[in-house]
């Protein structure tokens, strides 16, 4: 069960000894959402973006070695530079092409936390394997503490911080006008999220993440989920449901005294997790991470 905690941290992270997939063989598709703003798919964090008269908007970038594929297909939906990029957090498959974005002439937006995360040295607890921090290129030239407004072809969008919930420097954004909401890894639509206790992340925050998101939304809305298919206020109301309980039932385990490994044993996801459990954090990992979320002190956020 460690190996793949440890596994999963790397590859959500976009760092350390975790195989690098073979890029040319990763397509980047776009899919249409509404009003204009589109989700490109392809390897890592799935994509935000809009383009008219303003000139491309951006939310989050994947991986470097994309960038080529993700300009290719963003031409597709419109000609301009990409001049701004808001990250939804730091982990390096929403952010692997910031400095290149960032040579090119796009600002980058992120909660003030992301900057101060990308600019750390990242020690994996349990490994004790350590990763640089990224170079001043990749960090946001804009932060915020709480959120910003931007105005663009012609719609508000409005960026909102949500504490401690998949890390400590999680955004939404919202699109007013096209009634889209992109909700950067807070929301994994159809699998289990992944909760980065070692990042500042917490079980209660992901699902007031999605609580704040539902009470904002109507049956209209096109949810963007960083991982997963786009999804609908349903959809996110079903994970809001599927996590709540596997967080109440893994409280109430612990309420009774049961060490981590018996409440594994006790399966509080079972009945989900031919569903939820096939993507890459299977049941036994996602309970250890909501154990670890509920038991531990929360970290102090980043120097
Ligand atoms: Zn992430």
Redesign the pocket.
Known sequence: MKRSVLVVSMV?AGVGAAQEPDWSKVEVKVVPVAGGVSMLVGQG?NIGVTSGKDGIFLIDDQFEPLLPKIRAAVKTLGDGPIRFVVNT?F?G??TGSNAKLYESGAVILAHENVRKRLGLERINPSTKERTPPKPPEAWPVVTYANGVKLYLNGDELEVIHVARA??DGDSVIRFKKANVVHMG?TFFNGNYP?V?VDSGGSIDGLIAAADLVLSSIDDKTKVIP?HGPLGTKADLQNYRKVIASIRDRVKALVAQGKTLDQIIAAKPTAQWDATWGKGFMGPDVFVSFVHRSLTESKPAGPK
């Open positions: 959500l964090g957090h982990h498959d929403h998949h890390t890894d992944f980065d960083g």
